[in-house]
């Protein structure tokens, strides 16, 4: 079975400019989260999504925004990029949302802010 | 909020040794979860165990094992016999039975293990 995937790999944006990550989750897991992985750093949670409802969010500005599809694939987008937020972002997907259900992560992608 | 803390940068140990990363824990919360994370130079999260709050007995996979202290907030992994393939970043993290809204998990800062040959 494929695991989670994620587009694209690398990207390179300027200051001011907006993104749009992408993430499939494993098949028949109806729950999508995101994270921000900082170099030499621990990833930092950012959204949970589950059945196309927000759940949760975590400490992040309102340039960070997030929505989830009718087939539980889901978007990240950034907008007004700073230097910053040049991280490797991770999207993790779970049968379920809450109670313990264990996240499965995908390879992220690496945002490089110039 | 929870908080999770990895006291070891880095650890470096022999291939066929026995090695024990620490992660102690803070939290109001009665029911959680813990995990244990791998993150290797190809930058891949891959879960290594998971420890449920209310269940005394430590997890075991294979190689990997935990010591969960519920009243310590301490949540430590060993890995017997390490191989090279060990080496790697390995996250400590967190996760509260919420009911209502989401936290996600709450990482540590991590511990570099090199197992040398």
């Known amino acids: 079975d494929a695991g989670v995937t994620q587009s694209p790999t690398h990207l390179i944006k300027t200051r001011g400019q907006h993104v749009t990550l992408r993430c499939s989750p494993i098949?028949?897991?109806?729950?999508v989260s995101w994270y921000q992985q900082v170099l030499g750093q621990g990833p930092q949670f950012i959204f949970q999504y589950y059945e196309k409802e927000e759940r949760g969010r975590g400490n992040f500005p309102d340039r960070f925004s997030a929505r989830q599809f009718p087939n539980y694939s889901s978007e990240l987008n950034v907008n007004a990029l700073l230097l910053g937020d040049s991280a490797l972002y991770l999207c993790?997907?779970?049968?379920?949302?809450?109670?313990?259900?264990?996240?499965?992560f995908g390879p992220g992608t690496r945002l490089t802010v110039l | 909020a929870q908080t999770v803390t990895q006291s070891q940068p880095e650890m470096s140990v022999q291939e066929a040794e026995t090695v024990t990363l620490s992660c102690t824990y803070d939290t109001s919360e009665n029911n959680y979860y813990l995990f244990w994370y791998k993150q290797p130079p190809s930058r891949q999260m891959i879960l290594v165990i998971r420890q449920e709050a209310y269940k005394q007995q430590n997890a075991t996979e294979n190689r990997f094992s935990v010591n969960f202290q519920k009243a310590a907030k301490s949540f430590s992994l060993k890995i017997s016999d390490s191989q090279l393939g060990d080496t790697a970043m390995y996250f400590c993290?967190?996760?509260?039975?919420?009911?209502?809204?989401?936290?996600?998990?709450?990482f540590g800062k991590g511990t570099h293990l090199i197992i040398q040959p």
């Open positions: 993290a967190f996760m509260k039975h919420e009911g209502i809204g989401a936290d996600g998990l709450t």
């Open positions: 098949s028949g897991h109806k729950s």
């Open positions: 993790a997907s779970s049968l379920e949302a809450g109670e313990g259900y264990t996240q499965y």
